[in-house]
Structure formats: structure tokens, C-alpha cells
């Protein structure tokens, strides 16, 4: 996602990979809401690659076992409820998602990654950074001097080792987590739902992925487990206690790993960023890390786009950092809570039950872990002397409209600029946006929705006389009334760069 960020820019840039080709292995199984509309906003014809190839899943069937006793909370998270076009997550298989994105920076920029290149060292001196990579296969070392390095490079970042970031850590108790895709006979429920199932002692994961085979996810404390048995014959005690008449076929992956949380304390350093895995990580529970890392990648390759090739100021990249990181707090606080129900094993199941039943939490779950509530609100200035308006404010996530023109917003809003939108009649003012575009033609559309009801509804806008200004990522960068243009100019001149200066 950042490669290709940046080559919508036009930025020059180097991808490495340590591997010798892209890895096959498939963690991530989910493509949530929010990431279905980013691929759209870069471009629709991405988003449908993604539907036709994913399973649409409409959320998570909670099962739980007391005294032997089956409880099902059906749809316990529901992301039919999701007020966007893709109310549902995707089940769409990591490994094919990066070859989805690989293929189509390719196909549209005709760039690669340089595989089998590994990063052993960075430091830093005033003009920028200094990487030490070494060739994989011939063992040649190479040293790049380059502006910046985005550290993509996971949970054991080596970037993150050499600048000796520190991280909040904690731990999860005891969870030794399994995965198998594998065939399952006669599974008895939905499969456009994904199981989560619990017991006392064990949490197990149900999931359909396209084609013939399933995702098993397992955890459990080994009490019910045969040290001599298969992972299919001690998974097949717990399937049974929440399923009947299932078996297991053909298995074509088995992992095992240990789930812990750890955030970076610090996402840049100088000119080094931490993205990704390299920052935070967490449980599965939620299916939410990959989606995380590609939005941060997302945040920060529009402004490192913008700001690289002269069309915004350098402060707008410390936004990355003061965004992202309390977006991966809020991860967290989502992930860890799941995984304290399903896994907190020993734990009282009928307590955690009632968990699953709270229709507050569960709703706030279902807004994070799709992403579509996430917000910057709190984390950026709002300008507290303009007029105060109801509706998404500046930092919230622009939601899309099906315009009366039969457009929708997002096929306006959906390229490399931050688009003023007018909501208004006011020929005056309509004019001086269209000037401000032209003065920051580079980096500034201007789009004039006259008066568009489906717009005012959706943006609750009880007046006719609003500018929105939204950012490249399909965020809200600014909002005012007409009247107010001269804070919009304020703002515009603080963060991006006049076509001539001066
Ligand atoms: C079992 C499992 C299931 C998961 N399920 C989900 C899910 O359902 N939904 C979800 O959203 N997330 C899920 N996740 C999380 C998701 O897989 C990760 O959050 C995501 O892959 C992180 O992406 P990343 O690009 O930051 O790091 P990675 O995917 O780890 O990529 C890092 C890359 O950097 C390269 N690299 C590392 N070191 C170097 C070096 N020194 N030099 C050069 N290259 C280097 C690696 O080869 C690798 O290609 C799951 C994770 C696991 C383990």
C-alpha cells in the first residue's frame, strides 16, 4: 500500500523484502469495511477485484458452553449494521490480498519489489538516513543513502532494533494460538457467518474461506490435549462440543504462535517511520491487525506523496504519528477485550457469556473492528472559533453519498488531491473556491455539489451555505461555513504550498 501510494505521487523510492518471493502463508482472513472503501477510493475497479475473490461475511455468531450446556448469540457481531456500501467483512486470504495489491501497483506503475534484500542496519546523520542492506542470496552488502526509510518490516522490526524504539508491552496469560485451513464434513451451521466458540478452557474459530477449505483458529490451556493425538484429533473434541456431526478432512496449513501486545511508543524518528506490525500488535481476536497496517500505510503515502513532491509542508508528516498511533489504541482496546472473552480460559464462561450479550460493547466492537468508526477527531486541531455544525467534523471519515448527478462522492473525492467541496448556491463564494483550487491546482480540486439533498442528509447539513474541504485519504480535512472562507485560506496556506509562492 505504500509503494503504491507513493508512485501515485510520483515519488522515487525503493521496496525491499528479506524474503526470496512473496511469502504463500495466509494469516490475516478478513478485509474489513474501511478497507474496501480505501481500495475504492484509489480506485473502484481494485474494490471489485476484491469482491469478486472474497467470501461477503455478515459477522460473528458468538457460541459458548456452560456445565455442557450449547448458548448461541447469533450475529452477536453484526456488520450488516455497518452504514456504508460494504456492510459485511470480506473473507479474502492475506497472502491473495498483498498479491491483489502487488499486481496492481505493477499493472498501473509497472514496479516491483526488490526481493531477497535485506535490511541489516540504519543510522541516521543530517542529510537523512543510511541503510546497510545485504543480498540474500549472494551475501553482497549495499549501502543506501535515502531521505527517509518507512520501516514495513513487521513484528520483529529490524528498523525498530536499530533505533531502540521502546514499546508498551504486556502480555496475554498462556495463549499458544493453532491455525489450520482445513476441510470440514457436514459443518452444520452458516457459513456467511464466522463462529467464535468458547468454553471454559478453550476458544476455537470457525471461518469459511473461499473455496473448498475452512480456518480453524484454536486456543485452549493443552488440559484436553493428547500430547500423541493430531491437531486434528484434539480439535475434533472441541468442535464436538459445540457442533454436531462434524469431521475433518484434508489440512493444508497448520501454524502455531504466541499472542502478545506490544505499541510503539514512538512512530517516527527523524526521518524513519514505523508502520505496520513494526508499531503495534495484538490478538487476532477481530481480525483487525492487517487492516491497521495498510490504513496506516494509507495515512502516512498520501502525505509523504504530497510533501516529496513540494505540493504540502513538511509538518504535515507529524500528523502520521499523532493520528495513527491512538487509532492503534483503540485496535488494541478492541482486540484485547475480545480475546479476554473467548480466551480468558479459566474464567468464568457464564460471566463472559453475559459479555457477549451487551449490545453496547458489541456495537462499539463492530465500529472499530471495521473500521468505519474510526476517527481523528480528537487527535487534530478544530478550531474552535468557527461556527460549531452537526454532521462528520473535521478528522472524521467523509462518508459517501449517492449524489443526484449519479455520481458518488467517492468517484469525486477518490484521487491524489484534497477536493473543497461547495455545498451552496452562493455564486461569490463558489467563485473563490474555484480560485483557490486553481492557486493550489497541484494538490486542491474544487467540486461544486450546488444543492444536493442526499449530500445535506447524510452530512446533516440544516443549511445551504457549507464547504467541505476533504483530505486525499478520504478523511475531513476542513469544514466551514461560506462565510468563513478566510480560515479555510488559513488553513489551506499552513499546510500546503501555493502553485507559485509568494
Ligand atoms: C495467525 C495470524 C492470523 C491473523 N489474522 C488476521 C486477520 O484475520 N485480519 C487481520 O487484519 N490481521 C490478521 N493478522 C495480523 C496480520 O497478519 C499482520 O498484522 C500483518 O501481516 C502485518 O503486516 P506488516 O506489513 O506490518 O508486516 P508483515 O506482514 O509481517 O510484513 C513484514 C515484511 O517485512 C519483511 N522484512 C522483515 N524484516 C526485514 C528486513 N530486515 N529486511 C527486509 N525485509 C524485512 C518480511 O519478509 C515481510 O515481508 C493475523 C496474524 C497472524 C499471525
Redesign the pocket.
Known amino acids: 500500500m505504500l509503494s503504491l501510494q507513493l508512485s501515485r505521487y510520483g515519488v522515487p523510492f525503493r521496496t525491499?523484502?528479506?524474503?526470496a518471493a512473496p511469502?504463500l502463508a495466509s494469516?490475516?482472513?478478513?478485509v474489513h469495511s474501511r478497507m474496501l472503501e480505501i481500495f475504492e477510493l484509489m480506485d473502484q475497479k481494485l474494490a471489485q477485484n476484491f469482491l469478486q475473490r472474497g467470501i461477503k461475511n455478515k459477522g460473528y455468531d458468538l457460541h459458548y458452553v456452560n456445565e455442557g450446556k450449547r448458548n448461541v448469540v447469533k450475529m452477536g457481531i453484526d456488520f450488516t449494521t455497518t452504514d456504508c456500501r460494504y456492510p459485511y467483512l470480506l473473507v479474502h486470504r492475506?497472502d491473495e490480498t498483498e498479491q491483489a495489491l502487488r499486481e496492481y501497483w505493477h499493472q498501473h506503475f509497472n514496479r516491483n519489489a526488490e526481493w531477497g534484500?535485506?535490511?541489516?542496519s540504519v543510522e541516521q546523520d543530517t542529510r537523512g538516513v543510511i541503510s546497510v542492506v545485504r543480498n540474500t542470496e549472494t551475501g553482497a552488502e549495499e549501502i543506501i543513502r535515502s531521505k527517509y526509510v518507512i520501516a514495513?518490516?513487521?513484528?520483529?522490526?529490524?528498523v525498530r532494533r536499530c533505533l531502540e524504539v521502546e514499546q508498551d508491552e504486556s502480555n496475554y496469560q498462556g495463549t499458544v494460538?493453532q491455525?489450520l485451513d482445513i476441510r470440514l464434513n457436514n459443518f452444520p451451521d452458516s457459513n456467511e457467518h464466522i463462529h467464535y466458540c468458547a468454553g471454559t478452557d478453550h476458544f476455537m474459530m470457525v471461518a469459511k474461506l473461499p473455496g473448498d477449505f475452512y480456518r480453524l483458529?484454536v486456543s485452549d490451556r493443552g488440559e484436553s490435549t493428547d500430547p500423541d493425538a493430531t491437531p486434528e484429533e484434539n480439535i475434533q473434541k472441541l468442535m464436538d462440543q459445540h457442533f454436531d456431526g462434524v469431521s475433518m478432512g484434508e489440512r493444508i496449513w497448520h501454524?502455531q504462535?504466541e499472542s502478545w501486545v506490544r505499541l510503539a511508543k514512538a512512530y517516527r524518528n527523524q526521518q524513519i517511520f514505523l508502520?505496520?506490525?513494526?508499531a503495534h500488535?495484538h490478538s487476532?481476536t477481530g481480525?483487525?491487525?492487517?487492516?491497521?497496517?495498510i490504513q496506516d500505510a494509507w495515512n502516512l503515502g498520501w502525505k509523504l506523496g504530497l510533501v516529496e513532491s513540494g505540493r504540502a509542508r513538511a509538518a504535515l508528516l507529524d500528523t502520521y504519528e499523532a493520528e495513527r498511533r491512538p487509532i492503534a489504541e483503540q485496535v488494541i482496546w478492541a482486540a484485547s477485550s475480545l480475546h479476554e472473552i473467548f480466551m480468558g480460559h479459566g474464567k468464568d464462561i457464564s460471566e463472559r457469556g453475559g459479555q457477549m450479550e451487551d449490545a453496547k460493547f458489541l456495537k462499539k466492537v463492530v465500529g472499530c473492528c471495521s473500521g468505519i468508526s474510526y476517527t481523528y477527531k480528537d487527535y487534530i486541531e478544530q478550531y474552535p472559533d468557527l461556527t460549531p455544525l452537526p454532521g462528520p467534523t473535521i478528522g472524521d471519515r467523509a462518508p459517501d453519498v449517492d449524489l443526484e448527478t449519479g455520481h458518488s462522492l467517492f468517484s469525486i473525492i477518490g484521487n491524489t488531491k484534497y477536493t473543497l467541496l461547495l455545498s451552496g448556491t452562493d455564486l461569490e463564494i463558489a467563485g473563490k473556491g474555484e480560485d483557490l483550487a486553481k492557486s493550489y491546482a497541484e494538490s486542491l480540486q474544487c467540486y461544486k455539489l450546488g444543492v444536493s439533498a442526499a449530500f445535506q442528509a447524510t452530512y446533516e447539513i440544516d443549511q445551504t451555505a457549507i464547504m467541505y474541504l476533504i483530505r486525499p485519504d478520504g478523511y475531513i480535512g476542513f469544514r466551514c461555513l461560506f462565510s468563513e472562507i478566510a480560515a479555510l485560506e488559513e488553513f489551506l496556506s499552513s499546510t500546503l504550498v501555493q502553485n507559485i509562492e509568494g
Do not use: E, H, P
Request: proline share 0%.
Open positions: 525491499i523484502d528479506r524474503l511469502s494469516r490475516a482472513i478478513t492475506q534484500m535485506q535490511l541489516i514495513c518490516d513487521g513484528i520483529n522490526s529490524q494460538l491455525n483458529l501454524s504462535w508502520v505496520g506490525d513494526s500488535v487476532t481480525g483487525q491487525g492487517m487492516n491497521c497496517c
